[in-house]
């Protein structure tokens, strides 16, 4: 059984609201024109993170001025979930319910100082793998500040980060709220998720690049390199995706898992357009050979995801995911496992009705995930010999902002 971890930090658009006033009366003959009311302010826009794919979508944070550190944005989400499965492994169950989020986000996002804090519980539910109540998810991965940096902004095109930062790896993010589906997939098992280190970005037209040097799986050991290239036009988006492990280490927890000693590539089409979001994505990944550290023989994955969301009338949304994946290796070669064993397969459905109204949401999962060539004993069930689970989730919530009222 493999579990995994993800997230990459992509930017969003933000979306301003504009008043108008008409239909004034005109002034009776030789009295003085009234003066033009005064346009009301603006509210403040969307903030592009924490970032959120769709069909969710964050409101307007409240600002606060905060003396020498000038205006400070805050938002936050609270939710939770129950989840029913069927084959469920040892130390797991078949019912769950718990905290699904209960996070504040704090974050400066002007001038050439500015931080991003994210705080509070959560927790991580994806396919294939037990489920990890919130206070043993805070204690096993990233804490009760999973995300924290400090942002210089060096020149209109260019910023520098440092901290503990969102991965720019994969086309899902980490926490539950920022996705289509309220469980990440078979494809974001093989990724990380949060990375301590530092990275540059560069806007350049359409195109925006960033580079950092990173711990990869959360393992505290600095010696990954990843980077992206996006080119976005309209409502088409284009990223390339690398990144890899320039040292190898022994050392594994269940947030650096033996994928830390890796490579990951991806390519990420998005088409962002009205009712659609339309996103497929192909993900190869490599674990070589390594006997110091225990892989006596390297394997790869080769995998493919499409992921689709259609909004309706009264804010209503289903987003769909699929996803088919393969690993290499053989259990006669001692190859390591990332999967379900060596040589194994992965192939996962998801659909995810979903309402929104201003900030209040509820949606629910419906999942089947199915493994293929397994090796006994790790997949699902008592024994580890079922290769199907379903389960059904559902998640309740609010995303705070300030009070403007954001109507489907």
């Not at 994505?281 to 992921?307: D, E, H, M, R, W």
């Not at 969301?309 to 390591?336: D, M, W």
Request: a neutral charge; one cysteine or more.
């Amino acid at each position: 059984m493999y579990t995994r971890l993800k997230c990459l930090s992509m930017f969003l658009t933000a979306s301003v609201i504009a008043t108008c006033a008409f239909g004034q009366d005109a002034p009776a003959p030789g009295q003085a024109p009234a003066p033009a009311a005064t346009p009301a302010p603006a509210p403040p826009a969307a903030l592009p993170t924490p970032a959120v794919t769709g069909p969710l979508s964050n409101l307007p944070p409240a600002i606060f001025d905060a003396g020498p550190f000038g205006k400070i944005a805050v938002n936050g989400v609270l939710s939770g979930m129950g989840l029913v499965q069927n084959n469920h492994v040892p130390g797991d169950d078949t019912t769950h319910a718990d905290l699904s989020n209960g996070q504040v986000f704090i974050q400066k996002t002007d001038g050439w100082f500015q931080f991003y804090v994210q705080a509070g519980a959560y927790t991580l539910p994806s396919l294939a793998t037990p489920f990890l109540g919130t206070s043993d998810t805070l204690s096993n991965f990233f804490g009760p500040v999973p995300q924290a940096y400090l942002k210089l902004q060096a020149g209109k095109n260019t910023s520098f980060e440092i901290g503990a930062l969102p991965t720019l790896i994969g086309a899902e993010y980490t926490f539950t709220f920022q996705n289509m589906n309220i469980e990440r997939g078979l494809l974001w098992n093989q990724e990380p998720a949060i990375s301590r280190g530092v990275q540059v970005n560069q806007t350049m037209g359409k195109f925006t690049a960033s580079l950092s040097w990173n711990d990869g799986f959360y393992s505290d050991r600095y010696t990954w390199l990843s980077g992206s290239l996006a080119y976005a036009n309209g409502p088409h988006a284009l990223s390339f995706v690398a990144g890899g492990n320039l040292g190898q280490t022994a050392f594994q927890t269940l947030a650096t898992p033996v994928q830390n000693n890796g490579s990951i590539y991806n390519v990420i089409y998005t088409y962002t357009k009205g009712p659609w979001i339309v996103q497929p994505y192909f993900q190869y990944t490599s674990v070589p050979t390594n006997v110091k550290i225990g892989v006596l023989k390297g394997a790869s994955t080769t995998g493919g995801a499409i992921l689709l969301s259609r909004a309706f009338k009264h804010g209503f949304s289903l987003p769909v995911r699929y996803e088919y994946i393969t690993s290499s290796g053989s259990p006669a070669q001692n190859s390591v496992n990332l999967m379900f064993g060596p040589g194994s397969a992965g192939t996962s459905f998801t659909a995810t009705p979903t309402f929104q109204y201003g900030g209040f949401f509820f949606r629910g999962d419906i999942s089947w995930a199915h493994a293929s060539d397994f090796t006994p004993g790790a997949v699902f069930g008592p024994a580890g010999l079922n290769n199907n689970q379903v389960r059904a989730m559902g998640e309740i919530g609010f995303i705070f902002g300030n009070n403007i009222e954001k109507k489907p």
